[in-house]
């Protein structure tokens, strides 16, 4: 099959394309208010973007309170999720009203940071702080600013438990990572396998 996005006629009871571009991690990003108000909300347009500096981005679907706290300032947390908090991380999901703490509607711990004055998940098995290099709004084919808001920060601090880390290794096994598929789906990265790239002829 084939389709036009413009159009959007592919026939399917329910868009593909975010099935498509998948499994996507999810960015749990924390952030505090200018009044002091701490905010958690899980996003499924996340990445790790380069690496030297290590800098990730997330995508808001809308101007929501975290975008609007970390106007305020300039910084974000990103906490890991793992199949153990899934549940956790789908209750903070919820529209609450602006001020309200989705660490205390879902039951968790927020911790703030030694680097940043933002939270994260004290539940969490890694957490990174973020300073602001860049927000944006991605723009059309036609030039207009769409209704999206990108995030963009520079890693400064990472937190892990000790648990998490097996022979060395920040271990998939063990923290077991839920990613976004499409539609209402996810999954668990925690059946890992290996493979080497080959090396020139």
Known sequence: MFYETDANRHGLPHDPFKAIVSPRPIG??????????????????????????????????????????????GVFTAS???????QAMNATSAPAPRGTSEFALAGLTPVMGRLVEAPFVGEAFAALECRVTEMLRPKDLEGQPTENYMVIGQVVGI???????????????????????GYRDYCDGGDVFEMVRPVSA
């Open 80 to 86: 890991f999720v793992s199949r153990s908090l899934m």
């Open 159 to 181: 937190h892990i438990r000790d648990e998490a880390i097996v022979e060395g290794r920040f271990d998939m096994a063990t923290v077991r990572p839920i990613a976004r598929l």
């Open 28 to 73: 749990w990003i924390g952030s505090r208010g200018g009044d002091g108000s701490l905010n958690l909300a899980p996003y499924s347009f996340f990445n790790a973007i380069a690496d030297t500096p290590k800098l990730v981005m997330f995508s808001s679907t809308g101007h929501k309170d975290s975008v609007s706290n970390i106007e305020e300032t």
